[in-house]
């Protein structure tokens, strides 16, 4: 089955400053990649996913990118704000599947 | 719109009691539905998924088990808790194949 595997499972980062999160997948099949938010107590949120036929997606101050031969993608948050301060979680799915796998999660800080 | 709920949102039960957690899914029909649970500061273990009523996907091999006795609930039980299964239980659906999941609120579970 895939296997998704996420880091650095912590990072603490300036306000202002950028950042980012990277996931690899062990599954050629996988061609869905989203990315979630959980802030504490809360269930997940999506807030940006990607398809296999596209190699970056932007909204706004966050960024995913995608490289299907290295099998790894990756989140990009600029300009960060001590609201973006959560666990970010990504994962990775195909067409025939029921399962979403997810990383094992990034706890970001962002300092004021 | 869609909307999920889960309930009850935080549950302490004594060791070797049962365990009954019901999630609805609204607004949507024939959805897959999932159970996660995620331990503290730790990412999210897919216990059970479920495509239809009646039909059950057992991930883990552990004391709980899942039902779905209609289309859109969803119910994760046990008959004796164990204090290993204190976490937060996620449910989660998603309205076909590879795409993304749409989570409820948890329920945070401390078994004393």
């Known amino acids: 089955g895939e296997n998704v595997e996420q880091h650095p499972s912590t990072l603490s980062v300036q306000e202002g400053d950028s950042a980012v999160i990277k996931c690899t997948y062990s599954?050629?099949?996988?061609?869905?990649f989203p990315w979630y938010k959980q802030e504490l107590g809360k269930g997940p949120q999506l807030i940006i996913d990607i398809r296999s036929n596209v190699g970056e997606k932007k909204d706004q101050r966050i960024a995913v990118t995608l490289n299907k031969t290295a099998k790894h993608f990756s989140l990009h948050i600029t300009e960060t704000q001590p609201e973006d301060s959560a666990v970010y979680f990504c994962a990775a799915s195909y067409n025939a599947g029921n399962m979403l796998t997810f990383g094992g999660g990034t706890r970001l800080m962002v300092k004021p | 719109s869609q909307t999920i709920h889960q309930w009850p949102a935080t549950l302490v039960q004594p060791v070797g009691s049962p365990l009954s957690l019901e999630c609805t899914v609204e607004?949507?029909?024939?959805?897959?539905l999932y159970w996660y649970r995620q331990a503290a500061g730790r990412g999210l273990q897919l216990l059970f998924y479920s495509v239809g009523i009646g039909q059950i996907s057992s991930e883990v091999p552990q004391n709980l088990s899942a039902s779905r006795p209609q289309d859109r609930q969803f119910i994760l039980s046990s008959k004796k808790l164990l204090l290993s299964d204190s976490g937060f239980y996620l449910c989660?659906?998603?309205?076909?194949?590879?795409?993304?999941?749409?989570f409820g609120q948890g329920t945070r579970l401390t078994v004393v």
């Open positions: 607004g949507t029909s024939n959805p897959n």
């Open positions: 989660a659906w998603r309205p076909h194949k590879n795409t993304e999941a749409f």
């Open positions: 599954d050629s099949a996988s061609n869905y």
